[in-house]
């Protein structure tokens, strides 16, 4: 058994998991946990699409 | 003037006694350290994030790091790899005692793996600092 993801989908998993990771252990309440967590899932997206389009672009 | 001095050091480090069973309870089972101190939703939470990201590594077929002396760069990468694959605890001793052998292979989804299985252990420390400054009463 095996699993053969993309690159953006392997990339997504990497950020979902350590971005519940990261908000559990940096904040004080479950709101706040929350909030942190789903602004560094979007972090990481914004960061996978931005150097995404900056390869594509600079690759020609 | 001595409780400035006080301050700037920081809190007192509490007692081993206090945070030792946690913090190692932690490091063997993800989110271990969490339940230990009653908060299980959070310890369940860093349990399943953990492991999942673990076995999406081996499913990957990441490689494993062993430990290796050499150049600057290569003790560097293989020993920081290595111990951050450690860092898993369980996850990682089972899958060694298990047989789990994979060459390092050129590829994007095992390099994924291989980072996977890194960043496990990485975020198991993190997890680890947390149960200890819970441990301490630090943090809630």
Sequence with gaps: MSMNLSHFEAAFLFALFTSVVMGIVTKNTDRERFQYGAYVFVCFLAALYGIGWL?????? | MAKESEEKKGPAMPPVSVWAPAVALGWLIPGGG??????????ALLGLSISLMFICGLL???AMFQPQSGDLLTTLINT?????????????LLTSWLGYTQPD?????HDYGTKFLVTAGLLNVL???D????AAGRKS
């Design chain 2, 60 to 62: 990957m077929r990441g």
């Design chain 2, 80 to 92: 920081g790899g290595f111990i951050g694959d450690v860092c898993s605890g369980i996850l990682y």
């Design chain 1, 55 to 60: 390869m594509q672009l600079g690759h020609g």
């Design chain 2, 105 to 109: 292979m050129a590829g994007a989804v």
């Design chain 2, 131 to 134: 149960a200890f400054e819970i």
């Design chain 2, 127 to 129: 997890a680890m600092v």
């Design chain 2, 34 to 43: 969490h339940f230990l101190l009653k908060r299980a939703g959070r310890g």
